[in-house]
Each structure stands twice: as structure tokens, then as C-alpha cells.
């Protein structure tokens, strides 16, 4: 069960940093004992693999440290041929359940996006993020680089080799799909949605800077709760009907519930 109280503190909506010491051997590990999970990763990067995956050159290096990293912690890596660079996503993105992102400090020491493995994406796609420093990244994020842009940066700065933190963010959606790329069709939570139709998306991020590429390993590895199932904590629903409340209308919009905000409000408490 998820940790109500830190993913949905008590007061009113603000982003926040919400970092923690993470564990990287523990986020790479495996949680779904069916298999289904790396085997819907394995689909979707057989079946697109130009939306879910990419890699500029720059980031070639971070796969490889990320291909050691992973090896070391017992991941079953298919390939071993070196040249062939989609073949070594396609097994790296097949055989951990975390999707992937990689920055970089460009000569500027900004941070920008220089590839990764995102087959779960919470309404959004790799592709689009390409090269984008990470403020542009966040662009569509409603006050979200004016509250922590400073911070993200300067955190992303000091990220020393060996540190690993972790962090949540939450969403809902009137689908428990897995992936969630902006290509797919969605249906939006209005005022007419039921309880039983609604999931919390948690995204539980890792972020450590790797050894020897000096790149950012992003990780992000997506959990779906029915809002049912939170309803039975009574004080978590009733911080998450606050935290609904509060927030700005476009900040609502922007995570697609401004029209269901009274009606999610109603349901929660
Ligand atoms: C380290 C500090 C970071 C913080 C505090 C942070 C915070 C956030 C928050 C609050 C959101 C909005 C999510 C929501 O409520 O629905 C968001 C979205 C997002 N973040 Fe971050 N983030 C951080 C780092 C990163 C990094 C390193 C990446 C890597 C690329 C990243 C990629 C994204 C993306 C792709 C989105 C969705 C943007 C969209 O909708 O187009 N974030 N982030």
C-alpha cells in the first residue's frame, strides 16, 4: 500500500520537491510476479519503437553505464552486440519495469533530455522532450518552474555520483492502462464520472547521476490504484479532495479533472 500520508500531504495543492534517499537495486527490481509488465513493455517496443524510445549521441554513453548497472543488479539483458544501439534499448526497456529517461549537462551545465525508455508515459512522449533542457521539459507544467524551476536546476547540479533519490508525483485517470502516450486516446474525468471509474496514477521517480557518463539517470515506475481503494483510508481521501480543491483551475486543467473537481470532491469525502 502506498504511503497515503507523504504522497498526499495535509493543506492546500503546491508543488514540491519531495525528495528522498532512494535505492536503486530496489527500484530495478522486479514487483510483478505475472510477467505482464515486461511483457507489455516488450509489445509496445516491438510494435513502436520510434515513439518509445530514442537516443541522441550524447546519451550513448549513459546506456552504457545504465546497461552495466542493470547487469550488475541481475537484470536478464538479451543482447550482447554493442553496435547494434536499438537492439540494446529494446533489451534494457524489456527487462526493467521502471521506463527510463537520460540527461545531460550540456557546456552550459543545463540539463537536457538526451534519450531514454518510456513505454508508460502519464500523458506525454518521449519525442517530444528530445534535447529540451529541463525547464522546457516541465514548460506545459502550470507554475511549475516558477515554484521550483531554481531548485530542480540546482539539484540536478549538485546530483554527485553515488547519491540516488526518489520522489512521487500523482495523477488520475479514467483508465488503469499502463501507457498512457500522448498518441492513445483518452477519455477526460467530467462531473458525470463514477468512483469505480477513477485510478490514482502514482509515478515513483529515481534520480541518480550516473558513474561514468556524468549523465542523470531519471527512472519512473508507474503504480495505478483505483480511487475506490483510497476511499477506505478516510483521511488520505479527504487530503486528496483538498489538495483537488485547492489547486489552481490550471493546474485542474492541466491534469485533465477541471470539469470532475467538485463531483471527485463529492466522491472523496
Ligand atoms: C527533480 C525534481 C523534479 C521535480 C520536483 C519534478 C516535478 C514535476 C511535477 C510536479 C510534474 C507535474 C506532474 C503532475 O502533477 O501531473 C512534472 C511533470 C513532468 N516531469 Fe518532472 N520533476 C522533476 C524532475 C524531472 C526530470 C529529471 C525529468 C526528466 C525528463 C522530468 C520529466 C517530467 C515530465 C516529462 C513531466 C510531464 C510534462 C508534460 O506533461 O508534458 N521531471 N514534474
Redo the contacts with the bound molecule.
Keep these: 500500500m502506498p504511503d497515503w500520508s507523504r504522497i498526499f500531504p495535509a493543506g492546500d495543492h503546491r508543488?514540491t520537491?519531495g525528495?528522498r534517499p532512494g535505492d536503486l537495486a530496489d527500484d530495478f527490481a522486479p514487483r510483478d510476479p505475472t510477467g505482464e509488465t515486461l511483457r507489455e513493455r516488450a509489445r509496445w517496443l516491438a510494435a513502436e519503437p520510434e515513439k518509445y524510445l530514442a537516443l541522441l549521441p550524447a546519451g550513448r554513453a549513459s546506456l552504457d553505464d545504465t546497461s552495466a548497472l542493470a547487469r550488475l543488479l541481475g537484470a536478464p539483458l538479451a543482447t550482447n552486440d554493442p553496435a547494434d544501439e536499438r537492439q540494446r534499448l529494446v533489451a534494457l526497456g524489456s527487462a526493467l519495469e521502471p521506463d527510463l529517461?537520460w540527461?545531460l549537462p550540456d557546456a552550459a551545465g543545463v540539463h537536457r533530455?538526451v534519450g531514454g525508455i518510456v513505454c508508460f508515459p502519464?500523458?506525454?512522449a518521449l519525442t517530444e522532450?528530445l534535447g529540451l533542457p529541463?525547464a522546457d521539459?516541465?514548460g506545459?507544467?502550470p507554475e511549475?518552474n516558477a515554484v521550483?524551476g531554481r531548485q530542480?536546476d540546482t539539484?540536478l547540479r549538485k546530483l554527485a555520483a553515488g547519491d540516488v533519490w526518489t520522489?512521487e508525483?500523482?495523477?488520475l485517470s479514467r483508465s488503469a492502462e499502463r501507457n498512457q502516450h500522448t498518441s492513445r486516446p483518452r477519455r477526460a474525468l467530467d462531473a458525470d464520472v463514477t468512483i469505480a471509474e477513477v485510478y490514482i496514477r502514482l509515478e515513483h521517480q529515481l534520480?541518480l547521476r550516473l558513474p561514468t557518463s556524468g549523465g542523470?539517470l531519471?527512472g519512473i515506475r508507474i503504480e495505478i490504484v483505483p480511487l475506490e481503494e483510497l476511499r477506505q483510508d478516510r483521511d488520505a481521501a479527504q487530503r486528496l479532495a483538498r489538495l483537488i480543491t485547492t489547486m489552481s483551475p490550471e493546474i485542474a486543467h492541466?491534469?485533465n479533472f477541471a470539469p470532475a473537481r467538485e463531483r471527485l470532491a463529492q466522491l472523496l469525502t
Aim: without cysteine; hydrophobic residues 65%; aromatic residues 22%.
Design positions: 508543488w520537491m525528495l529517461v540527461l533530455v502519464s500523458s506525454w522532450k529541463i521539459v516541465h506545459p507544467v511549475l521550483l530542480i539539484f520522489r508525483n500523482w495523477s534520480l542523470v531519471f492541466y491534469k
